[in-house]
Each structure stands twice: as C-alpha cells, then as structure tokens.
Nanobody, 123 residues
C-alpha cells in the first residue's frame, strides 16, 4: 500500500476556487491509478474524479464535470484536484485514494486512502 496525505482544504465562498493536493509516499506512484472522493456530513462517501496511471485518462462525477479538474505529477508523487465555481453542496471531507490494480479503465479497486481534508463552501 501507499501512504497518502491530502492538503489544501479550507473555508471559501461560493464561486471561489481551491486546489487540493495528495502526496504519496514510495517510489511506485506511477503504478497507481488515483481517485478523489468526498463525504458530506450525514451522507455516504461519493466518487468525485479519477485519473489513470499516466494521467492520460480522467473520469468525473456528473456533479463536478466542467468545474473540477484532476491531474497528477508522477515526478512529484502528487495528485491534484482543482476545484472552480465551488458551490455549498461541494462542502465535504475530500479523500484521495490509490488503485494499484486498474491499468487503463476507470479505477474502482482502491486499497489505500488518505485521512481527508475538509472543504467548506459558504453561500
């Protein structure tokens, strides 16, 4: 497994932008597909975005498509989530996760998770 640490969360106003980062330990980061998930208070955790090992393919939940962008820098062992036009409904704890099994398609077999970072959007 890989160790993941998220950062970049905070309190912002509706319409603002925020970039989350997820730093991974180890030297095999490029062998993991990565994903971002979120969990709002009282709700189940939901998929937000994912990116393939090389970064060529990206996947998004309909609710964030065109507003959020996932990217990765394999040289820095880091995956990012750029969030724009934030809405109050984006308020949640955001988690990154690593999938070592999925080589090309949308990653779904995550076995490592970070501790999460809180994003709060005030309206």
């Amino acid at each position: 497994q890989v160790q993941l640490v998220e950062s970049g969360g905070g309190l912002v106003q509706a319409g603002d932008s925020l970039r989350l980062s997820c730093a991974a330990s180890g030297r095999t980061f490029s062998s993991y597909a990565m994903g971002w998930f979120r969990q709002a208070l009282g709700k189940e955790r939901e998929f937000v975005a994912a990116i393939s090992r090389s970064g060529v393919r990206t996947f998004y939940a309909d609710s964030v498509k065109a507003r959020f962008t996932i990217s990765r820098d394999n040289a820095k062992n880091t995956v990012y989530l750029q969030m724009t036009s934030l809405k109050s409904e984006d308020t949640a704890v955001y988690y990154c996760a690593a999938d070592p099994y999925t080589a090309w398609g949308r990653p779904t077999r995550y076995d490592s998770w970070g501790q999460g970072t809180q994003v709060t959007v005030s309206s």
